[in-house]
Nanobody, 115 residues
């Protein structure tokens, strides 16, 4: 399974950005798609995820501001980020879970929010 994240960039506080993650390869058996981020000097943290049944859930820090969705036909995962704050500055990673214990990560895309 290969993941290619894109869409990062520089945005002002209060702005919006949409990240995409293209998923390819042996995608059969994927049960969950997720977004993580790693802020400067911090450990990687879970942002949110979406199940195969399209049920999303979010970390409290982004709830109400971020929306996760996916396009099954395109095998793409999205993270729509709104009302961005400088604290959202991070490298964002997409991840998929295949079966119970197979995890695959994308390469990360940088999001920088200026104040």
């Amino acid at each position: 399974v290969q993941l290619q994240a894109s869409g990062g960039g520089l945005v002002q506080a209060g702005g919006s950005l949409r990240l995409s993650c293209r998923i390819s390869g042996a995608i059969r058996g994927i049960t969950r798609r997720s977004w993580y981020r790693q802020r400067p000097g911090k450990e990687r943290e879970w942002v949110g995820g979406i199940t195969q049944e399209n049920s999303p859930d979010y970390a409290d820090s982004v709830k109400g501001r971020f929306t996760i969705s996916r396009d099954s036909a395109k095998n793409e995962l999205y993270l729509q980020m709104g009302n961005l704050e400088p604290e959202d500055t991070a490298v964002y990673y997409c991840k998929v879970t295949r079966g119970l214990r197979q995890f695959y990560w994308g390469q990360g895309t940088q999001v920088t929010v200026s104040s």
